[in-house]
């Protein structure tokens, strides 16, 4: 079964530019989330998808960030205008059903903002 | 919200030797306790995990203890080996809002 995958891996820009990550979950995986790790810290929920319905998106900085789950499967995240403290690792993962189910994480996309 | 607090942040210990990493949390909601193992450059990977209604968890050498009174939860590795280096999140998930809460992470290391 092949697993969440993220892309870019890596991703340099300077402050104010815009960037954009994408996440292909499972196959068949209903939920999709986004996280924010910051070096140092355990993963922060940014956004919670339920197919191609936001479930809970309360962490998520509105004014910057937003993210979007076309039919249910491939998602986006995108910051615009980038800030310094935006640097971290942002993680997706994706579990069968919305509830305490196992979380399956991607690698990552490791962001440094200048 | 739900605040999950874990203790050491780092964690040194000889092959062979058990290890505990102990997380506390603060919403009495909350039900459902996954532990995670990050090596570097990796997402996390779930090891072990435990619901409310059960006191304890055991898989191989990892064992999870949970006291829902105390409101607290640890988890416990048996004769540690290096291959066990990694980063370990413990997080919390609370049965009404459903949001993950993860602690701030042990930096576990396993010295041969």
């Known amino acids: 079964e092949a697993g969440v995958a993220q892309s870019p891996r890596y991703k340099i820009i300077e402050k104010r530019q815009s960037v954009a990550f994408w996440c292909n979950p499972i196959?068949?995986?209903?939920?999709l989330y986004w996280y924010q790790q910051i070096l140092g810290q355990g993963p922060k929920l940014l956004i919670q998808?339920?197919?191609?319905?936001?479930?809970?998106d309360s962490q998520l900085p509105k004014d910057r960030f937003s993210a979007e789950r076309l039919k249910g499967v491939d998602s986006t995240l995108k910051i615009q205008p980038a800030k310094l403290e935006d640097s971290a690792v942002y993680l997706c993962?994706?579990?069968?059903?919305?509830?305490?189910?196992?979380?399956?994480f991607g690698p990552g996309t490791r962001l440094l903002v200048l | 919200g739900e605040n999950v607090e874990q203790h050491p942040s780092t964690l040194s210990v000889q092959e062979g030797d058990s290890a505990v990493i102990k997380c506390t949390y603060s919403?009495?909601?909350?039900?459902?306790f996954p532990w995670y193992k990050q090596e570097l450059g990796k997402g996390p990977q779930l090891i072990i995990d435990?619901?409310?209604?059960?006191g304890e968890k055991k898989d191989q050498r990892i064992a999870v203890t949970l006291n829902k009174t105390a409101k607290h939860f640890s988890l416990h590795i048996t004769e540690t080996q290096p291959e066990d280096s990694a980063v370990y999140f413990c997080?919390?998930?609370?049965?009404?809002?459903?949001?993950?809460?993860f602690g701030r992470g042990t930096s576990l290391i396993v010295h041969p």
């Open positions: 993962a994706s579990s069968p059903g919305p509830i305490q189910e196992t979380q399956y």
């Open positions: 196959s068949g995986h209903a939920t």
């Open positions: 998808f339920q197919n191609n319905g936001v479930v809970d």
């Open positions: 919403d009495s909601a909350s039900n459902y």
């Open positions: 435990i619901r409310s209604n059960v």
């Open positions: 997080a919390a998930i609370s049965g009404g809002s459903y949001i993950p809460t």
